[in-house]
T-cell receptor, first 118, second 113 residues
Framework: AAGVIQSPRHLIKEKRETATLKCYPIPRHDTVYWYQQGPGQDPQFLISFYEKMQSDKGSIPDRFSAQQFSDYHSELNMSSLELGDSALYFC?????????????????FGPGTRLTVL | ELKVEQNPLFLSMQEGKNYTIYCNYSTTSDRLYWYRQDPGKSLESLFVLLSNGAVKQEGRLMASLDTKARLSTLHITAAVHDLSATYFCAVGRSNFGNEKLTFGTGTRLTIIP
């Protein structure tokens, strides 16, 4: 079965540079989530999108922005990179429940992008 | 603010033994998840627990949920080396169909032959 695709898988940047991470959800999934996992840490929720609209926001720095496009893929843009931004960035996708209600779908995680800031 | 705590943080156990990982959370939750993560790899969903008293089993792993105690457990039976990994519990809070996950601190499990 098709899984969540993330690119690039590895990225090395210098301080103060910018980076763009891409996420392609599982086909038919309309909801995308971004998480950041620092070394030895648990994943932290950054932001989520449903039908191209931001649906929730977590501990995402102002230097970061994200969007979801018409084909449901999402991009996380990171500017003025700092050493502390070095982490694994995961994208997860799910299918939103029907309009009349129901529990959210399980989130399926991509392989992650390992960002190293030097 | 929701807090999710796991214990132990590190667990080293011999093959064939049984052990339990505990996950406590501070406020009401909608759903409780258990994930497995191998070093440098993605998060693999193991269990989703929806209601009080829910119990799910897959192979040597069994998860349970007590919403009144705000406690979930992951029980390992007759551990084998392949189960060595980091295990995370995560609490899901729904928001208009989306679900924000708050993860526990993780338990790094090492199975010794």
């Amino acid at each position: 079965a098709a899984g969540v695709i993330q690119s690039p898988r590895h990225l090395i940047k210098e301080k103060r540079e910018t980076a763009t991470l891409k996420c392609y959800p599982i086909p038919r999934h309309d909801t995308v989530y971004w998480y950041q996992q620092g070394p030895g840490q648990d994943p932290q929720f950054l932001i989520s999108f449903y039908e191209k609209m931001q649906s929730d926001k977590g501990s995402i720095p102002d230097r970061f922005s994200a969007q979801q496009f018409s084909d449901y893929h999402s991009e996380l843009n990171m500017s003025s990179l700092e050493l502390g931004d070095s982490a694994l960035y995961f994208c997860a996708s799910s299918l939103a429940p029907p309009m009349w209600g129901g529990p959210p779908d399980t989130q399926y995680f991509g392989p992650g992008t390992r960002l190293t800031v030097l | 603010e929701l807090k999710v705590e796991q214990n132990p943080l590190f667990l080293s156990m011999q093959e064939g033994k049984n052990y339990t990982i505990y996950c406590n959370y501070s406020t009401t939750s909608d759903r409780l998840y258990w994930y497995r993560q191998d070093p440098g790899k993605s998060l693999e969903s193991l269990f989703v627990l929806l209601s009080n008293g829910a119990v799910k089993q897959e192979g040597r792993l069994m998860a349970s949920l007590d919403t009144k105690a705000r406690l979930s457990t992951l029980h390992i039976t007759a551990a084998v080396h392949d189960l060595s990994a980091t295990y995370f519990c995560a609490v899901g809070r729904s928001n208009f169909g989306n679900e924000k996950l708050t993860f526990g601190t993780g338990t790094r499990l090492t199975i010794i032959p």
